[in-house]
């Protein structure tokens, strides 16, 4: 058990389209997710806390505007990234807080996005 | 605010030897302690954790890390390392009181070499 769904695995799209990325957790409920971003060689950096049926908690130094959130579900939470720029090229993570812990988080296999 | 430090980049080991990778960390209070996992291209793997009880903690893969509270380090460790053992590893902690973020350390490549 505990699968978390990310998808698409890899994306690649022109400057200046939106791209959504999905996230999903599988056969478990989960009331709040996490959104990371990964530079190459680099640890992952917390863009938002996605909890369902509220709005996100962005991290300082994020766009909400840019990085849009929805939790629509306890099992779905959505990150559109808008208006890609070839700066927003990275590998953007979701993860999963298991309902009825505070310690039980799982992460997607993650997307490469590519903005050309 | 709580931290995390990987001091090891890399760490080379030959298979059928003994790995380490290191871990510090600094929070107020007592600490959730995690390992994950990447593979290239991939999500992060749980690996194992520490929430409370024995320091000792198993996780997955043969993998196991030492709570030492007086060094706060969470040191991960495997008796035999393995060739597909290679991969980026991340140390994570967060406080244990109230719901709290993870921080990661910067991670470590580990490459076994056959």
């Known amino acids: 058990g505990a699968v978390v769904s990310q998808h698409p695995s890899r994306v690649i799209c022109k400057s200046g389209t939106s791209v959504k990325i999905e996230c999903r957790s599988l056969d478990f409920q989960a009331t709040t997710m996490f959104w990371y971003r990964q530079f190459p060689k680099q640890s992952l950096m917390l863009m938002a806390t996605s909890n369902e049926g509220s709005k996100a908690t962005y991290e300082q130094g994020v766009e909400k505007d840019k990085f849009l959130i929805n939790h629509a579900s306890l099992t779905l939470s959505t990150l559109t990234v808008t208006s890609a720029h070839p700066e927003d090229s990275s590998f953007y993570i979701c993860s999963c807080l298991r309902d009825g812990t505070n310690t039980e988080a799982f992460f997607g296999q993650g997307t490469r996005l590519t903005v050309v | ?114």
């Open chain 2, 1 to 114: 605010a709580q931290s995390v430090a990987q001091p090891e980049d890399q760490v080379n080991v030959a298979e059928g030897n003994p790995l380490t990778v290191k871990c510090t960390y600094s929070v107020s209070g007592n600490p959730y302690l995690f390992w994950y996992v990447q593979y290239p291209n991939r999500g992060l793997q749980f690996l194992l954790k520490y929430i409370t009880g024995d320091n000792l903690v198993k996780g997955s893969y043969g993998f196991e890390a030492e709570f030492n509270k007086s060094q706060t380090s969470f040191h991960l460790k495997k008796p035999s390392a393995l060739v597909s053992d290679s991969a980026l590893y991340f140390c994570a902690v967060r406080p244990n009181t109230g719901f709290q973020k993870l921080v990661f350390g910067t991670g470590t490549r580990l490459l076994v070499s056959p």
